[in-house]
């Protein structure tokens, strides 16, 4: 209930931009688990050739970023928000309607290309929108988040048994959707140039040293977080020998969110730095993979239903202690990013900021894939998670550096009455 009224205090454009990425991580997440899939087995495509197609997606949206944060600047995060949802309601129709190797590669771009628009724009919108209760509007903004990324893999993994063609429909309506409803409710909101060109706006953004140096640290944050999808699901499914545990760990983090954001975020705003709160999130998202490091095992299978449920109870703790460091620290780093620079490059910021730190973590999660590699083939099944609590601790030290020689801005002051009155 307090979510709800939270929620009603927010004006229509924050209420229809936290629908929309209910409807964006929904979509996305019931075609891109299963894509690999189809590829290699529905399509009989070789590895090489379905990691060029997943990689063409990744990298069209990852190296673009900055283009789409732009564009929310000098267009409006409308515009670019709408021309997003259209954009991937045509690449995912292709993953649909297509066979052909040309075909999957424009799906990918197009697909790409349309994240790279609509992830910087929202973020953008919302921060503008929000003012003083950013914090707030983020902390709804990853609820609803994690609300899509549970709903869409288990629509997805229902309408794979009628087939992947079905899926990927669903996610191309999904986005048709949502680029109806952006068109029709989502108001306009005035735009005010930067005065400069565009390459000008990008040194600018780039020549922040501390800004990028903070994305960097904190693509630590984002690689931790994509073990939700890789290797805890993968933990879970080791410790059971049932493939659906991996459905358990998406419920425990749904739940945390919808029942502790709001409150996480409220009771820690004004209490301290920012920087404070994302140092304490990231140290614990590390800490997080210590109870599944120490129910790793040594790979044997489950000796019956009661032992199962034993192993598998370390990587559900580890999951609920990850989302709660998740939950501590983004919210605050999103507020952050707004601070670095002017309100009319909030948009080129926030790409900016996805694109460092998106490219920094998918380097983090190449070293966890071949942990996990490592890991099975030398029995050292310890070892990705290692690399995981090194990572969360390198990451929070190095915010709690940054703060130290202050090179993180401060929390803005509020208003008062006087300084709120215009001059005679």
Known sequence: MSTLREIRGFPLA????????????????L??????????????????????????RNLSQQGLFLIGGSASDRLGARGVIIAGCALRTVGFGLFALGDGLAVLLAASVLSGLAGALF????????ALEAGERKAEAFALFNVFATTGALIGPLLGSALLLVGFRASALAAAGVFAVLTVAQ???LPHRATEPSGNSVLTDWREAVGNRSFVVFALVLAGMFTMENQLYLLLPDGARRATGWDGAAGVVFVVGTLAGLCLQLRITRQLKGRGSRARWISVGLALMGLAFVPPMAGAGDGTAPGGAGDAVLRVLPVLAGALLLHVGVMIAQPFVMELITDF???????????????????????GNTVIGWAMDTGEHTGAHWLPWTCCLALGLASAAGVAWLHRIRSLPSRPAPLTVDRMRSPL
């Open 119 to 126: 992830n910087p724009a929202t973020r953008a919108y919302l």
């Open 183 to 185: 068109a029709m409710a």
């Open 14 to 29: 924050i209420r229809l931009l936290l629908v929309n990425q209910l409807g964006v991580n929904t979509g996305f997440y």
């Open 341 to 363: 620079g002017r309100p009319e490059l909030t948009g080129t910021y926030f790409g900016l900021f996805s694109m460092v730190s998106g490219i920094a973590a998918a380097v």
């Open 31 to 56: 075609l891109i688990p299963y894509l690999a899939l189809h590829l290699s087995e529905d399509l009989g495509m070789s590895a090489v050739v379905v990691g060029t197609v997943l990689g063409v």
